[in-house]
Nanobody, 120 residues
Framework: IRLVESGGGLVQPGGSLRLSCAAS????????HGWVRQAPGKDREWVAA????????SYADSVKGRFTISRDNAKNTVYLQMNSLNPEDTAVYYC??????????????WGRGTQVTVSS
């Protein structure tokens, strides 16, 4: 079972990035997935989640209206579109696999993360 994130980088405040998470080694479409971030010196913060079919999503209040989670089950990939980024969004972003088709936020597999830095 493997999750590999990509798409992070340096972006100016107000800018956008799209993160991707490529999954392998399990039946991807059977499980919900989420994104979790960790800023320097802070605890991990849950960001967003999507159910196995992609029709149900959930967001942290801090990103609601700015971030969009989606998935392509044909490509075994989860995405996080991030708009209107601000310096408080700077963190390592992790993709995580839930333990059910529904959003439970009981993550049993994690990627290694991708760094997002928002700075002018």
């Amino acid at each position: 079972i493997r999750l590999v994130e990509s798409g992070g980088g340096l972006v100016q405040p107000g800018g956008s990035l799209r993160l991707s998470c490529a999954a392998s080694g399990f039946w991807f479409s059977n499980y919900a997935h989420g994104w979790v971030r960790q800023a320097p010196g802070k605890d991990r913060e849950w960001v967003a989640a999507v159910n196995s079919g992609g029709g149900i999503t959930s967001y942290a209040d801090s990103v609601k209206g700015r971030f969009t989670i989606s998935r392509d089950n044909a490509k075994n990939t989860v995405y996080l579109q991030m708009n209107s980024l601000n310096p408080e969004d700077t963190a390592v972003y992790y993709c995580a696999k839930d333990d059910s088709p529904m959003i439970r936020r009981e993550y049993d597999t994690w990627g290694r993360g991708t760094q997002v830095t928002v700075s002018s």
